[in-house]
Protein backbone atom coordinates (compact mmCIF):
# COMPACT_ATOMS: atom_id res chain seq x y z
CA UNK A 1 0.00 0.00 0.00
CA UNK A 2 1.17 3.20 -0.52
CA UNK A 3 2.27 5.39 2.39
CA UNK A 4 1.02 8.93 3.11
CA UNK A 5 3.43 11.53 2.67
CA UNK A 6 1.92 14.42 5.39
CA UNK A 7 -0.74 13.41 6.86
CA UNK A 8 -0.87 11.85 10.35
CA UNK A 9 -2.61 8.65 10.24
CA UNK A 10 -1.31 7.80 13.89
CA UNK A 11 -4.30 9.21 15.44
CA UNK A 12 -6.57 7.21 13.79
CA UNK A 13 -7.33 4.85 16.46
CA UNK A 14 -7.60 7.44 19.69
CA UNK A 15 -10.21 9.19 17.35
CA UNK A 16 -12.26 6.77 16.94
CA UNK A 17 -11.97 5.49 20.24
CA UNK A 18 -13.12 8.92 21.77
CA UNK A 19 -15.14 10.00 18.94
CA UNK A 20 -19.18 10.04 20.72
CA UNK A 21 -21.35 10.95 17.42
CA UNK A 22 -23.00 7.68 15.53
CA UNK A 23 -21.52 8.95 12.41
CA UNK A 24 -23.45 6.22 9.90
CA UNK A 25 -26.48 7.13 11.60
CA UNK A 26 -26.86 10.68 11.98
CA UNK A 27 -25.30 10.91 8.01
CA UNK A 28 -28.22 8.30 6.81
CA UNK A 29 -30.40 11.01 8.55
CA UNK A 30 -29.50 13.25 5.83
CA UNK A 31 -29.76 10.66 3.10
CA UNK A 32 -33.56 9.69 3.40
CA UNK A 33 -33.90 13.47 3.80
CA UNK A 34 -32.86 13.86 0.06
CA UNK A 35 -32.18 17.23 -1.57
CA UNK A 36 -33.66 18.77 -4.47
CA UNK A 37 -31.28 21.52 -6.65
CA UNK A 38 -32.79 24.25 -4.58
CA UNK A 39 -31.81 22.96 -1.54
CA UNK A 40 -28.22 22.15 -3.04
CA UNK A 41 -28.53 25.72 -3.56
CA UNK A 42 -29.14 27.03 -0.31
CA UNK A 43 -26.33 24.65 1.72
CA UNK A 44 -23.99 26.89 -0.89
CA UNK A 45 -25.26 29.65 -0.03
CA UNK A 46 -24.91 28.49 3.87
CA UNK A 47 -21.48 27.06 3.78
CA UNK A 48 -20.38 30.24 2.39
CA UNK A 49 -21.61 33.07 4.69
CA UNK A 50 -20.81 30.68 7.58
CA UNK A 51 -17.30 30.33 6.38
CA UNK A 52 -17.46 34.00 5.35
CA UNK A 53 -18.22 35.03 8.48
CA UNK A 54 -15.42 33.27 10.44
CA UNK A 55 -13.12 35.36 8.05
CA UNK A 56 -14.78 38.40 9.93
CA UNK A 57 -17.49 39.09 7.00
CA UNK A 58 -20.27 41.08 8.54
CA UNK A 59 -23.29 39.89 6.33
CA UNK A 60 -24.95 36.73 7.85
CA UNK A 61 -27.48 34.29 6.10
CA UNK A 62 -30.41 36.24 6.48
CA UNK A 63 -28.91 39.81 5.14
CA UNK A 64 -27.32 37.63 2.32
CA UNK A 65 -30.80 36.64 1.25
CA UNK A 66 -32.38 39.84 1.70
CA UNK A 67 -29.44 41.23 -0.58
CA UNK A 68 -29.55 38.27 -3.20
CA UNK A 69 -33.78 38.90 -3.48
CA UNK A 70 -33.63 43.08 -3.54
CA UNK A 71 -30.45 43.84 -5.24
CA UNK A 72 -29.31 45.72 -2.64
CA UNK A 73 -26.37 45.44 -0.95
CA UNK A 74 -24.77 43.11 -3.75
CA UNK A 75 -22.00 46.01 -4.94
CA UNK A 76 -20.02 45.65 -1.67
CA UNK A 77 -17.08 43.45 -0.96
CA UNK A 78 -18.44 41.48 1.68
CA UNK A 79 -21.56 40.21 -0.51
CA UNK A 80 -19.18 39.57 -3.06
CA UNK A 81 -16.87 37.54 -1.47
CA UNK A 82 -19.76 35.55 -0.38
CA UNK A 83 -21.03 35.56 -3.61
CA UNK A 84 -18.03 34.20 -5.22
CA UNK A 85 -17.40 31.53 -2.66
CA UNK A 86 -20.63 30.36 -3.08
CA UNK A 87 -19.86 29.93 -6.95
CA UNK A 88 -16.83 28.16 -5.54
CA UNK A 89 -18.86 25.58 -3.50
CA UNK A 90 -20.68 25.41 -7.05
CA UNK A 91 -17.63 24.81 -9.11
CA UNK A 92 -16.20 21.80 -6.49
CA UNK A 93 -20.05 19.75 -6.21
CA UNK A 94 -19.27 18.96 -10.28
CA UNK A 95 -15.63 18.24 -10.36
CA UNK A 96 -13.24 15.80 -8.87
CA UNK A 97 -11.19 16.90 -5.76
CA UNK A 98 -7.39 17.63 -6.76
CA UNK A 99 -4.25 19.98 -6.97
CA UNK A 100 -5.82 21.76 -10.43
CA UNK A 101 -9.41 21.84 -9.47
CA UNK A 102 -8.74 23.33 -5.66
CA UNK A 103 -6.48 26.06 -7.61
CA UNK A 104 -9.56 26.78 -9.94
CA UNK A 105 -11.58 26.98 -6.80
CA UNK A 106 -9.42 29.62 -5.22
CA UNK A 107 -9.20 31.73 -8.01
CA UNK A 108 -12.69 31.71 -8.22
CA UNK A 109 -12.99 32.07 -4.58
CA UNK A 110 -10.30 34.87 -4.20
CA UNK A 111 -11.58 37.04 -7.09
CA UNK A 112 -12.60 39.97 -4.07
CA UNK A 113 -9.96 39.02 -1.64
CA UNK A 114 -7.45 41.84 -1.07
CA UNK A 115 -4.22 40.17 -2.91
CA UNK A 116 -2.87 40.22 -6.19
CA UNK A 117 -4.20 38.64 -8.99
CA UNK A 118 -1.38 36.77 -9.82
CA UNK A 119 -1.93 35.01 -6.47
CA UNK A 120 -5.40 34.00 -7.39
CA UNK A 121 -5.07 30.23 -7.79
CA UNK A 122 -1.82 30.07 -7.37
CA UNK A 123 1.12 29.22 -4.54
CA UNK A 124 2.49 31.54 -2.58
CA UNK A 125 5.93 32.87 -3.45
CA UNK A 126 6.56 34.47 -0.01
CA UNK A 127 6.62 34.18 3.64
CA UNK A 128 3.25 34.60 5.27
CA UNK A 129 2.23 35.38 9.10
CA UNK A 130 -1.01 35.52 10.40
CA UNK A 131 -1.69 38.95 12.92
CA UNK A 132 -4.29 39.21 15.23
CA UNK A 133 -5.05 42.71 16.88
CA UNK A 134 -0.98 42.99 16.02
CA UNK A 135 0.32 40.05 17.73
CA UNK A 136 2.10 37.57 15.78
CA UNK A 137 0.20 34.29 16.48
CA UNK A 138 0.69 31.73 13.41
CA UNK A 139 3.66 31.54 10.42
CA UNK A 140 2.89 29.73 7.73
CA UNK A 141 5.11 27.18 5.70
CA UNK A 142 8.29 28.87 4.36
CA UNK A 143 7.78 29.97 0.90
CA UNK A 144 10.86 27.93 -0.03
CA UNK A 145 8.95 24.64 0.97
CA UNK A 146 5.06 25.14 0.77
CA UNK A 147 4.85 24.27 -2.92
CA UNK A 148 6.36 21.00 -2.10
CA UNK A 149 4.23 20.48 0.68
CA UNK A 150 1.00 21.82 -1.33
CA UNK A 151 1.86 18.89 -3.23
CA UNK A 152 2.07 16.28 -0.77
CA UNK A 153 -0.93 16.92 0.42
CA UNK A 154 -2.69 16.27 -2.60
CA UNK A 155 -0.65 13.53 -3.34
CA UNK A 156 -2.41 12.09 0.14
CA UNK A 157 -5.82 13.24 -1.03
CA UNK A 158 -5.59 11.41 -4.46
CA UNK A 159 -4.61 8.28 -2.40
CA UNK A 160 -6.76 8.47 -0.29
CA UNK A 161 -10.09 9.17 -2.46
CA UNK A 162 -8.91 5.60 -4.03
CA UNK A 163 -8.89 4.12 -0.60
CA UNK A 164 -11.64 2.28 0.75
CA UNK A 165 -12.13 3.27 4.49
CA UNK A 166 -14.75 2.99 7.02
CA UNK A 167 -16.94 6.37 7.81
CA UNK A 168 -15.12 6.77 11.00
CA UNK A 169 -11.92 6.86 8.57
CA UNK A 170 -13.77 9.55 6.40
CA UNK A 171 -14.40 11.91 8.57
CA UNK A 172 -10.65 11.20 10.37
CA UNK A 173 -9.02 12.28 7.12
CA UNK A 174 -11.48 15.02 6.02
CA UNK A 175 -10.65 16.84 9.43
CA UNK A 176 -7.09 16.11 9.16
CA UNK A 177 -6.75 17.65 5.52
CA UNK A 178 -8.80 20.91 6.83
CA UNK A 179 -6.10 21.23 9.90
CA UNK A 180 -2.93 20.20 7.34
CA UNK A 181 -4.16 22.08 4.95
CA UNK A 182 -4.80 25.48 6.72
CA UNK A 183 -1.17 24.79 8.68
CA UNK A 184 0.38 24.41 5.36
CA UNK A 185 -1.14 28.25 4.40
CA UNK A 186 -0.53 27.99 0.56
CA UNK A 187 -2.22 31.15 -0.66
CA UNK A 188 -1.80 34.65 0.37
CA UNK A 189 -5.23 34.91 1.36
CA UNK A 190 -8.26 32.82 1.11
CA UNK A 191 -6.44 29.92 3.33
CA UNK A 192 -9.36 29.17 6.12
CA UNK A 193 -12.50 29.66 3.10
CA UNK A 194 -10.16 26.82 1.41
CA UNK A 195 -9.70 24.75 3.91
CA UNK A 196 -12.93 24.20 5.02
CA UNK A 197 -14.45 24.05 1.19
CA UNK A 198 -11.66 20.93 0.58
CA UNK A 199 -12.76 19.17 3.55
CA UNK A 200 -16.67 19.08 2.39
CA UNK A 201 -15.04 18.09 -1.05
CA UNK A 202 -13.41 14.89 0.39
CA UNK A 203 -16.54 14.14 2.45
CA UNK A 204 -18.07 14.24 -0.72
CA UNK A 205 -15.66 12.59 -2.84
CA UNK A 206 -16.18 9.71 -0.17
CA UNK A 207 -20.08 9.66 0.86
CA UNK A 208 -21.89 11.01 -2.02
CA UNK A 209 -23.54 14.56 -3.27
CA UNK A 210 -25.20 14.84 0.00
CA UNK A 211 -22.47 15.10 2.21
CA UNK A 212 -22.72 18.91 0.87
CA UNK A 213 -25.28 19.33 2.92
CA UNK A 214 -23.49 18.56 5.92
CA UNK A 215 -23.18 21.98 7.98
CA UNK A 216 -19.76 21.91 9.12
CA UNK A 217 -19.31 25.53 8.42
CA UNK A 218 -21.73 26.62 10.40
CA UNK A 219 -20.57 24.53 13.40
CA UNK A 220 -17.23 26.30 13.08
CA UNK A 221 -18.37 29.60 12.86
CA UNK A 222 -20.94 28.72 15.89
CA UNK A 223 -17.94 27.62 17.72
CA UNK A 224 -15.77 30.02 16.55
CA UNK A 225 -13.50 30.35 19.84
CA UNK A 226 -13.01 26.93 20.12
CA UNK A 227 -12.37 26.37 16.09
CA UNK A 228 -9.57 28.85 16.39
CA UNK A 229 -8.08 27.19 19.75
CA UNK A 230 -8.33 23.79 18.07
CA UNK A 231 -6.35 24.82 15.21
CA UNK A 232 -3.77 26.01 17.56
CA UNK A 233 -1.31 23.63 18.02
CA UNK A 234 2.08 25.56 17.67
CA UNK A 235 3.24 29.06 16.14
CA UNK A 236 5.31 27.99 13.16
CA UNK A 237 4.53 25.46 10.49
CA UNK A 238 8.00 23.55 11.67
CA UNK A 239 7.57 23.38 15.27
CA UNK A 240 3.79 21.91 15.08
CA UNK A 241 2.78 19.71 18.02
CA UNK A 242 0.52 17.28 16.45
CA UNK A 243 -0.21 15.34 19.43
CA UNK A 244 -2.49 17.91 20.15
CA UNK A 245 -5.08 17.60 17.16
CA UNK A 246 -8.03 15.70 18.71
CA UNK A 247 -9.80 18.49 19.55
CA UNK A 248 -10.17 19.75 16.08
CA UNK A 249 -10.55 16.32 14.71
CA UNK A 250 -13.57 15.64 16.85
CA UNK A 251 -15.49 19.09 15.67
CA UNK A 252 -16.54 18.08 12.42
CA UNK A 253 -18.71 15.07 13.67
CA UNK A 254 -20.92 17.77 15.52
CA UNK A 255 -22.02 19.25 12.55
CA UNK A 256 -23.84 16.45 11.59
CA UNK A 257 -26.10 17.55 14.87
CA UNK A 258 -26.54 21.38 13.82
CA UNK A 259 -29.79 22.38 13.17
Not at 14 to 28: E, G, T, V
Not at 194 to 216: D, H, N, P, V
Request: net charge positive; hydrophobic share 40%.
Amino acid sequence: MNRLAIIPTKYIERYIDIQPISLLKHFNKIKVTGANAGDFNFYAISSAVYSSMIEGNTIDIDSFMRYSHSGMGKTGKPYKQIDDLKKSYEFAKSKKLNSKNVLAAHKILSNNLPIESKYRGSIRDKDVMIYNYGTLIYVGADAKIVKGEFDKLFHDIDLLIERKMTISEVFYFASMIHFVFTHIHPFADGNGRTSRLIEKWFLAEKLGEMAWLIQSEKLYQKRIASYYKNLNVGEKYDSLNYEKCIPFLLMLPMSLNVK
